[in-house]
């Protein structure tokens, strides 16, 4: 529910792309899947991209390179050197939109379903397989495999390379990233703390967006990997809805999801007689507002939050302690006996300064949208 800002990877896109390039030309046992010499593996991986009509939605179309794709794309010896870098370069800092829309190709396409049934067939004991599954299986690793094998070696090598981010000091990359964004809670639910503490990883799980099963090809794209908190990562592991990436640029989940704490309309004769009830609503006019509520959906967040109905409760009969009128009360006696001048605002900062948050601490402070949204929802006020 946080959006992470995807320009703070800009002083370490280059080094990243230049770490995987480098990586997936030395994967150490590259050579029992294709004989090796240079570049091989990753033109059989453009090769393969080219094969499941993935190129076209990685690639900007006027751009040169990518001119003479449609002629020599079927031989793969046919791509230079500049034109692999091109296409890798493309898969791994591609943005958002462009993740999607590949990811669209590959669905519409036969292409999962095929790797699907490889899937399956892989999985089946070899006793149980008829010899046309057994044939079959061995078509589809010849399409497919190099996919796969794409996806389990490269993002596990790429996860012990170390990267210098300008500070001199070479960095595994998932504490990296982690330092690049700058992050302090999990952009998924932002319950909790996790992030890097005293130069150590703590409770950060890199998830990626689109799931590396489905998707091998995106294994090592830098915006498909969203540091986030073990139970976001668990509870997200086989989604099949289409949810908003925090790293999508257009989303706004700060004016389009609220937090609310308000008597429920058709509750009011109700077994809870009445009673503010904790909720999470979308705003009916947002764009994509079902892509919202599959966020709110998968990560389970009502569930979640429902534990901080309590704090809620507090934070609201505090809010009802102090209005407006009191704290003006308040304010006037300290004014008698000072020489500074204190005033309402003054007092309610400081009686709610724990909750009082803007959206530039979502990623420093758990639950810090939670009680923005609380304060504006009991206050009554429209930002
Ligand atoms: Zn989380």
Redesign the pocket.
């Known amino acids: 529910m946080i959006p992470l800002d995807l320009h703070r990877y800009d002083a370490i896109k280059q080094k990243y792309f230049d770490k995987v390039y480098g990586s997936l030309q030395d994967i150490p046992d590259y050579s029992t899947y294709h004989v090796s010499h240079d570049n091989l593996f990753i033109r059989e991986l453009v090769y393969t991209l080219y094969k499941c009509d993935l190129i076209n939605c990685l690639v900007d179309k006027n751009n040169d390179i990518f001119k003479l794709r449609s002629k020599q794309a079927k031989d793969v010896n046919g791509f230079s050197d500049d034109m692999l870098k091109a296409a890798v370069r493309a898969l791994v800092l591609a943005d958002v939109p462009v993740l999607r829309k590949t990811t669209e190709t590959f669905d519409s396409g036969t292409a999962y379903d095929e790797l699907c049934k490889y899937h399956r067939l892989k999985n089946k004991s070899e006793a149980k397989k008829t010899p046309l599954e057994k044939a079959s299986e061995l078509q589809l690793k010849d399409k497919y495999g190099f996919l796969i094998y794409f996806a389990a070696k490269s993002y596990e090598k790429m996860r012990r390379q170390k990267i210098d981010p300008g500070n001199g000091v070479l960095t595994e990359l998932p504490k990296c990233i982690v330092n690049a964004l700058g992050i302090r809670t999990?952009p998924?639910?932002?319950?909790?703390y996790i992030g890097v503490s005293k130069g150590r990883l703590l409770g950060v799980q890199l998830d990626h967006f689109y799931n590396r099963n489905k998707y091998p090809f995106l294994a090592v794209s830098l915006y498909n990997l969203v540091p986030?908190?073990g139970?976001?990562n668990l509870i997200k592991r086989d989604i099949v809805k289409d949810i908003i990436s925090p790293y999508e640029d257009d989303a706004d989940f700060e004016n389009a999801v609220h937090f609310s704490y308000e008597i429920p309309k058709s509750a009011a004769a109700g077994p809870n007689g009445g009673k503010r009830q904790l909720d999470i609503v979308v705003d009916p006019d947002a764009d994509q507002k079902q892509r919202y509520e599959n966020n709110i959906e998968i990560?389970r967040l009502k569930d979640a939050y429902a534990f901080q109905e309590l704090e809620a409760e507090r934070f609201y009969e505090k809010m009802l302690a102090y209005p407006e009128s009191r704290l003006q009360e308040i304010a006037k006696h300290f004014n008698d006996n000072s020489d500074e001048s204190v005033t309402a605002a003054d007092l309610e900062e400081s009686l709610f300064r724990e909750y009082f948050t803007e959206p530039s601490d979502y990623t420093q402070k758990p639950m810090a949208k939670f009680y923005r949204d609380l304060y504006y929802n009991i206050k009554g006020w429209k930002r």
Request: glycine share 10%; hydrophobic share 20%.
């Open positions: 999990c998924y639910c932002n319950r909790g986030c908190c139970v976001c990560f």
